[in-house]
């Protein structure tokens, strides 16, 4: 997968369980709506998208770098291929 390709896979999957990862958000505190998540998954760019996946969201740690993400991506068909090539890339 290229890396607009993995972006776009990515967008796709937030959008499709954004019901979810709302109800989630709300249960921590976040007062977002469904449109307003659904409106802020959009307006990402390719590589903030990406981003958000390689990114702890409680501690800002990247799990690995932005280029590695890329590499993982390279041998990957799909999104699901790429997340079992990210496998080794977790939160410690």
């Known amino acids: 997968m290229k890396e607009k390709a ?3 896979a990515l967008k796709r ?3 499709q369980r954004s019901e979810e990862l ?3 958000l709300k249960r921590d505190g976040d007062n977002v709506t469904l449109s307003d998540f659904r409106r802020r ?3 990402l760019n390719d590589e903030d998208m990406i981003l958000s996946y390689i ?3 409680s501690c800002g740690e990247m799990f ?4 590695d993400a890329l590499l993982a991506a390279e041998t990957a068909g799909t999104v699901d291929e790429w997340f079992d090539n990210m496998e080794n890339h977790h939160h410690r």
Request: proline residues 0%; hydrophobic residues 30%; negative net charge.
């Open 41 to 43: 998954v959009e307006s």
């Open 13 to 15: 999957r937030q959008l």
């Open 22 to 24: 709302v109800e989630v």
């Open 64 to 67: 690995c770098s932005y280029e």
């Open 55 to 57: 990114t702890c969201s």
């Open 6 to 8: 993995l972006a776009e």
